[in-house]
C-alpha cells in the first residue's frame, strides 16, 4: 500500500468512527428547527411571537444548536460536511435575527428565510450521509476563518471606511 493510499484509508475510517455523532448533531439541529424554531416563525394572518419566546429559542440556539454545529465546522475532516455545518449555523441564526426584528407587514419576508434553512439542512444531511463512503481523501482546504468571522471582518472594513 503506498502513502496515499494508507492516508485515504485511514481518513475513511475515521470519517466513519466520527459518523455516529455527526449524526447526532444533526438530530439536534433538525429537532431544533423542526419543533422549536419553524413553529414560532407566523405564517401570514397569525399572531407576531411574544419577545420572550423569540428569547427563548435565540438563548437554545446560541447554548444547544451553535456548539453542535460548531463542532461539525471546525472538527469534521469532510470539507462537504464542514460547509454545510457552517451554512445551516448561518441560516438558523438569519431567521432568529428576523424573528427577533420582525413587524406585522415583514412576515411575508420568512419564505425565502425558510427555504435556505430547508436547502442547508439538506446539504447537511447530504454531505453527512456522504461522508463515510468518500473513496478519495479531500486535500484540507479549512483556513481556520468562519463565515461570521469574515463578516465581521467585512463589517469593519466598511464601519472604518465610513469615518
Known amino acids: 500500500m503506498t502513502d496515499s493510499e494508507v492516508l485515504a484509508a485511514e481518513y475513511r475510517a475515521f470519517v466513519k468512527a466520527l ?3 455527526s ?15 419553524y413553529p414560532s416563525i407566523p405564517q401570514e394572518h397569525e399572531e407576531m411571537p411574544e419577545r420572550d419566546e423569540v428569547l427563548k429559542v435565540f438563548t437554545e440556539y446560541k447554548s444547544t444548536v451553535t456548539p453542535q454545529l460548531l463542532t461539525l465546522v471546525s472538527g469534521h475532516p469532510d470539507p462537504d460536511v464542514r460547509d454545510a455545518a457552517e451554512m445551516t449555523l448561518s441560516s438558523l441564526g438569519h431567521v432568529i435575527m428576523f424573528l427577533a426584528h420582525l413587524t406585522p407587514n415583514e412576515v411575508a ?10 436547502d442547508n439542512l439538506k446539504a447537511l444531511r447530504n454531505a453527512l450521509y456522504r461522508a463515510p463512503f468518500r ?5 484540507p482546504r ?3 476563518e468562519l463565515l461570521q468571522d469574515f463578516a465581521i471582518r467585512t463589517i469593519t472594513a466598511e464601519l472604518s471606511g465610513l469615518r
Do not use: C, M, N, Q
Not at 449524526?23 to 424554531?37: K, T
Not at 419576508?109 to 425558510?114: E, L, N, T
Not at 473513496?135 to 486535500?139: A, N, Q
Open 19 to 21: 459518523h455516529p455523532a
Open 23 to 37: 449524526i447526532e448533531v444533526l438530530v439536534v439541529v433538525d429537532g431544533f428547527w423542526s419543533h422549536r424554531l
Open 109 to 118: 419576508g420568512g419564505a425565502a428565510r425558510i427555504e435556505k434553512v430547508l
Open 135 to 139: 473513496i478519495e481523501r479531500p486535500e
Open 142 to 144: 479549512f483556513t481556520g
